[in-house]
C-alpha cells in the first residue's frame, strides 16, 4: 500500500468510526445487525405485541423477498415464532419510507413467499408487519397504531389474521415500549434501558471484533453504493446511443456481460 493509498484508508477507516460511535438502532443498517440475534428480536416484539412468552424461532435480516411478476423487497428483519406466526420489522426515519401502501405491499410480499402451490388457506400463517418510525406518522400522538381489517357496516373484526403495526418512537415515556423506544434512539449503549440491547450495541460499537464487522459493512455498502452509480452513468451512456457496448464498457470498467444487461433492460 503506498503512502496515498495509506493515507485514504486511515481517512476512511476514521469516519467509518466516527459514523459507527454515532449510530443508533434507528438507523436501520446499524440496527439490522445488532437484531440478527434471536433473543434481542424477541425481546422487541415481546414489548410490541405484549406478548411475554413470545419465542423467536428463526430470524433473518435484510432478508430478500422476491416478487417474479413485480417488484421484489428486502425486509429490514423477517422472523418466525414457535407458533408459525410470521414477522417483519421495518425501521423507518423517513416519514415516505413508511407509507400506508409499502406496509400492504409488504403483508402481500410475506403471503405470496410463505405459501406453496396447492396450500389450502386456512394454512396461510398470521402475519405481522410492523414499522419503527421515527417520527409519528399517523400525527395522533399515540405510541402504538394497530391496523387490522374490519366490516364497515358492522365494525366486526374481518378476520384475516394480517395486521400492521406502527410504532411512534418519539414516545420516549416509562411504560416498557416507551424505554425500548429509549433504547432507539441512544448512540452511548450505557445510557440504555434494555442490557440485552446495550450489550449487542456496545458489542458492535467497542469490541475489536464487533467494530470489525461494522467497519466491513461500511466498507461493502460504500462499494455497493459505487457500483450503483457506476451502473447508472453506463445506462445514461446507453440512453445516449453514442458509443458502444464495447466502448461503455471501457469507459465505465464495468463487464460487457453487464452492460448488454443494461441495455436489455432498458429495451424491456
Same mark, same amino acid.
Given at each position: 500500500?503506498?503512502?496515498?493509498?495509506?493515507?485514504?484508508?486511515?481517512?476512511?477507516?476514521?469516519?467509518?468510526?466516527?459514523?459507527?460511535?454515532?449510530?443508533?438502532?434507528? #438507523? *436501520?443498517?446499524?440496527?439490522?445487525? /445488532?437484531?440478527?440475534? %434471536?433473543?434481542?428480536?424477541?425481546? @422487541?416484539? &415481546?414489548?410490541?405485541?405484549?406478548?411475554?412468552?413470545?419465542?423467536?424461532?428463526?430470524?433473518?435480516?435484510?432478508?430478500?423477498?422476491?416478487?417474479?411478476?413485480?417488484?421484489?423487497?428486502?425486509?429490514?428483519?423477517?422472523?418466525?415464532?414457535?407458533?408459525?406466526?410470521?414477522?417483519?420489522?421495518?425501521?423507518?426515519?423517513?416519514?415516505?419510507?413508511?407509507?400506508?401502501?409499502?406496509?400492504?405491499?409488504?403483508?402481500?410480499?410475506?403471503?405470496?413467499?410463505?405459501?406453496?402451490?396447492?396450500?389450502?388457506?386456512?394454512?396461510?400463517?398470521?402475519?405481522?408487519?410492523?414499522?419503527?418510525?421515527?417520527?409519528?406518522?399517523?400525527?395522533?400522538?399515540?405510541?402504538?397504531?394497530?391496523?387490522?381489517?374490519?366490516?364497515?357496516?358492522?365494525?366486526?373484526?374481518?378476520? #384475516? *389474521?394480517?395486521?400492521?403495526?406502527? /410504532?411512534?418512537?418519539? %414516545?420516549?415515556?416509562?411504560?416498557? @415500549?416507551? &424505554?425500548?423506544?429509549?433504547?432507539?434512539?441512544?448512540?452511548?449503549?450505557?445510557?440504555?434501558?434494555?442490557?440485552?440491547?446495550?450489550?449487542?450495541?456496545?458489542?458492535?460499537?467497542?469490541?475489536?471484533?464487533?467494530?470489525?464487522?461494522?467497519?466491513?459493512?461500511?466498507?461493502?455498502?460504500?462499494?455497493?453504493?459505487?457500483?450503483?452509480?457506476?451502473?447508472?452513468?453506463?445506462?445514461?451512456?446507453?440512453?445516449?446511443?453514442?458509443?458502444?457496448?464495447?466502448?461503455?464498457?471501457?469507459?465505465?470498467?464495468?463487464?460487457?456481460?453487464?452492460?448488454?444487461?443494461?441495455?436489455?433492460?432498458?429495451?424491456?
Amino acid at each position: 500500500m503506498n503512502t496515498a493509498n495509506g493515507l485514504q484508508y486511515s481517512q476512511k477507516r476514521q469516519e467509518d468510526l466516527q459514523r459507527l460511535k454515532n449510530f443508533r438502532l434507528l #438507523d *436501520d443498517d446499524f440496527c439490522t445487525k /445488532v437484531f440478527e440475534d %434471536i433473543e434481542c428480536v424477541e425481546l @422487541l416484539l &415481546r414489548i410490541i405485541l405484549k406478548i411475554d412468552d413470545l419465542k423467536v424461532i428463526e430470524v433473518h435480516s435484510q432478508h430478500n423477498m422476491k416478487n417474479l411478476q413485480g417488484r421484489s423487497a428486502r425486509l429490514d428483519i423477517f422472523a418466525i415464532d414457535s407458533a408459525s406466526n410470521v414477522l417483519n420489522v421495518e425501521i423507518q426515519r423517513s416519514d415516505q419510507g413508511a407509507v400506508s401502501r409499502r406496509a400492504r405491499y409488504h403483508s402481500s410480499l410475506i403471503d405470496a413467499n410463505v405459501t406453496e402451490p396447492g396450500d389450502k388457506y386456512e394454512r396461510l400463517p398470521e402475519s405481522f408487519v410492523i414499522f419503527i418510525t421515527e417520527n409519528d406518522v399517523m400525527e395522533s400522538g399515540l405510541p402504538l397504531y394497530h391496523i387490522n381489517r374490519v366490516v364497515e357496516e358492522t365494525g366486526n373484526y374481518f378476520g #384475516d *389474521d394480517a395486521h400492521i403495526i406502527y /410504532v411512534n418512537s418519539q %414516545i420516549q415515556d416509562e411504560t416498557t @415500549l416507551g &424505554r425500548l423506544m429509549h433504547d432507539f434512539s441512544c448512540t452511548d449503549p450505557s445510557d440504555m434501558n434494555y442490557k440485552i440491547l446495550a450489550d449487542r450495541v456496545r458489542y458492535f460499537k467497542s469490541d475489536e471484533k464487533g467494530v470489525l464487522i461494522m467497519c466491513r459493512m461500511l466498507e461493502e455498502m460504500r462499494n455497493e453504493t459505487a457500483l450503483e452509480t457506476t451502473k447508472d452513468f453506463a445506462l445514461r451512456l446507453i440512453v445516449r446511443g453514442k458509443d458502444t457496448p464495447e466502448e461503455i464498457a471501457e469507459i465505465t470498467n464495468l463487464p460487457l456481460a453487464e452492460i448488454n444487461h443494461l441495455k436489455e433492460t432498458q429495451q424491456i
